[in-house]
């Protein structure tokens, strides 16, 4: 997963014609601090683009996440649903990884999550009810992509503080990563931070205290000494 960007005055991406500048312009646009270029055109995405969003190779769903992220807010039913069917089918193979690396590892990119974050607060909502699904592995990609959105996602904070307390240990892995992506405006959730640093598995605790860390100030004056 992606630290949070320093949020710096920059120039904007250069226009190009190469097929993956809507990528590399969003990833610039995390890199700097500023809001996602994406307007939205207002359709709804074809048939086609979302069977490449689902079961192109890679680099086709890489592509096509920032195609249908350019559809705006039209393109959010599909979306969700294309993040629950992706994150559900990759879970359980994701944590087949994690008895032998104890560091654990990050979720694998799930091209829906990238075109939410992309779409940024119109996409926090429904990510938020995410956060309550009955499947462990979208709930933590849920998180994740909220994480990716920083201080857009201000409004998932009372959700993803909730899922500290998550029964499954990388769902409140990814749960304190997310809020120390926030940020600042995610000190409603120090309580529930400050109670993961004593939390059983060790990724959790050391999410909850990097977390912690990019709080700042408030997290100073709530941590017990």
Do not use: F
């Amino acid at each position: 997963s992606r630290t949070a960007p320093r949020r710096s005055p920059g120039l904007s991406w250069p226009a190009g014609e190469g097929e993956l500048e809507g990528i590399h312009a969003e990833v610039w646009n995390w890199l700097r601090g500023a809001p996602p270029s994406a307007v939205g055109s207002g359709r709804v995405p074809s048939a086609e683009l979302l069977d490449q969003l689902r079961e192109g190779e890679q680099l086709e769903r890489l592509r096509a996440a920032y195609q249908v992220a350019a559809c705006g807010e039209a393109a959010l039913p599909a979306l969700v649903q294309a993040l629950e069917v992706e994150a559900a089918a990759g879970a359980e193979h994701l944590w087949d990884k994690m008895p032998g690396n104890p560091r654990g590892s990050n979720p694998p990119a799930c091209a829906a999550g990238l075109a939410l974050a992309v779409l940024g607060r119109p996409a926090v909502a429904p990510l938020t009810g995410l956060l309550e699904h009955g499947h462990w592995g979208v709930r933590t990609m849920a998180a994740d992509t909220l994480g990716n959105m920083g201080a857009a996602a201000q409004e998932a904070v009372p959700g993803l503080a909730r899922l500290l307390a998550d029964e499954h240990a990388r769902v409140r892995r990814h749960a304190a990563e997310a809020l120390g992506r926030v940020g600042a405006t995610a000190a409603p959730a120090l309580p529930a931070l400050i109670g993961c640093i004593r939390d059983p598995d060790v990724r959790v605790r050391h999410n909850a205290c990097l977390a912690l860390a990019k709080i700042g100030q408030p997290a100073a004056a709530a941590i017990p000494l």
